[in-house]
T-cell receptor, first 115, second 114 residues
Framework: AQKVTQAQTEISVVEKEDVTLDCVYETRDTTYYLFWYKQPPSGELVFLIRRNSFDEQNEISGRYSWNFQKSTSSFNFTITASQVVDSAVYFCALRTIYNFNKFYFGSGTKLNVKP | KAGVTQTPRYLIKTRGQQVTLSCSPISGHRSVSWYQQTPGQGLQFLFEYFSETQRNKGNFPGRFSGRQFSNSRSEMNVSTLELGDSALYLC?????????????FGPGTRLLVL
């Protein structure tokens, strides 16, 4: 069975603090894809990153970085020097190659960045 | 390239009515998926269409149905609306429906059932 767990329901930080959003996934498939999306109050899910199960390299994009560790089945997302515009709900999602037409979403983490 | 568009953006209906939501995928994308998002249940998969065929369906009652046209545009229909159908309905598209492909989402349709 496939499952994504985002244990942090809501996080509040003050601007310029670093924050890490946790994502733990479960799958027995060896080929799978992990995604992070951001959902601002407007509602649209904005794609942030995709990783495949064979690429464990961490990735950095500006203030955003992702730490993929297969040993712990985790795909964590860190925002460095957070800003008020980062306030949103963040979703982690999983798709496997054997069930490629279904996306498994975590329950989301709401991030509040206060000025 | 234009993104995924959904119409209408907001909708108010009463119990027992039916509603049709529309989704236009990114140009060239042939796979369209629908999701329901509520505060209590989170994001739940409704169904996916590819080349006018439904490929997968989530655990929703038969009141929820959809279809896809030859131009890849998709519609979702909910009949005999219930209060619990109030939600944000999101549509997403991807190019050919393959596993590695990123799914791009539209802005959603907020449905309120009174």
């Amino acid at each position: 069975a496939q499952k994504v767990t985002q244990a942090q329901t809501e996080i509040s930080v003050v601007e310029k603090e670093d924050v890490t959003l946790d994502c733990v996934y479960e799958t027995r498939d060896t080929t799978y894809y992990l995604f992070w999306y951001k959902q601002p109050p407007s509602g649209e899910l904005v794609f942030l990153i995709r990783r495949n199960s064979f690429d464990e390299q961490n990735e950095i994009s500006g203030r955003y970085s992702w730490n993929f560790q297969k040993s712990t089945s985790s795909f964590n997302f860190t925002i460095t020097a957070s800003q008020v515009v980062d306030s949103a709900v963040y979703f982690c999602a999983l798709r496997t190659i054997y069930n490629f037409n279904k996306f498994y979403f975590g329950s989301g983490t709401k991030l509040n960045v206060k000025p | 390239k234009a993104g995924v568009t959904q119409t209408p953006r907001y909708l108010i209906k009463t119990r027992g009515q039916q509603v049709t939501l529309s989704c236009s995928p990114i140009s060239g994308h042939r796979s369209v998926s629908w999701y329901q998002q509520t505060p209590g249940q989170g994001l739940q998969f409704l169904f996916e269409y590819f080349s006018e065929t439904q490929r997968n369906k989530g655990n929703f009652p038969g009141r929820f149905s959809g279809r896809q046209f030859s131009n890849s545009r998709s519609e979702m229909n909910v009949s005999t609306l219930e209060l619990g159908d109030s939600a944000l309905y999101l549509c997403a598209s991807r190019a050919r429906g393959g596993a590695p492909e990123t799914q791009y989402f539209g802005p959603g349709t907020r449905l309120l059932v009174l």
